[in-house]
């Protein structure tokens, strides 16, 4: 069963564009992944949350655990620039990778901050100043 899962825009703003409050973003049910098993990535792009390894409640964190980064792009080149670059820290930590395709650009940069605001990750990328 394929459900869909809709993000509502109510109040939301992204650069100069207002959305309004009917406007709905439609993606697929969320999907997961581990951050060490780089072969099944997503080739899809899409909107990314990286948990910490072994939490069992994807709610937002009081206690330092769970959501430690929002991202969006194609999900696979995004997950091996972190791993690469080691973003996250030493590579035998094998965080959990939840994920929704999203095809839009503009779609994605709007979920990305709904779910920023929501999980208020400590690993935030830093704004484009422009």
Avoid at 30 to 54: E, Q, R, T, W
Avoid at 60 to 88: D, K, M, S
Avoid at 114 to 120: G, Q, W
């Amino acid at each position: 069963m394929n459900s869909e899962f809709r993000f509502a825009l109510k109040n939301h703003v992204y650069k100069n564009t207002t959305f309004a409050a009917s406007e709905l973003i439609s993606t697929t049910e969320p999907k997961s992944c581990m951050f060490l098993d780089k072969a099944n990535h997503p080739k899809s792009s899409g909107v990314y949350i990286i948990f910490s390894p072994n939490i069992v409640d994807f709610a937002p964190a009081t206690n330092g655990e769970g959501c430690i980064y929002v991202g969006e792009g194609q999900i696979n080149q995004r997950l091996y620039q972190h791993w690469y670059n080691e973003r996250f820290g030493s590579r035998d930590k094998d965080y959990i990778v939840v994920y929704y395709k999203i095809p839009d650009q503009v779609d994605r940069k709007a979920v990305e901050r709904i779910l920023i605001k929501h999980y208020n990750p400590p690993i935030i990328k830093k704004a484009n100043p422009s």
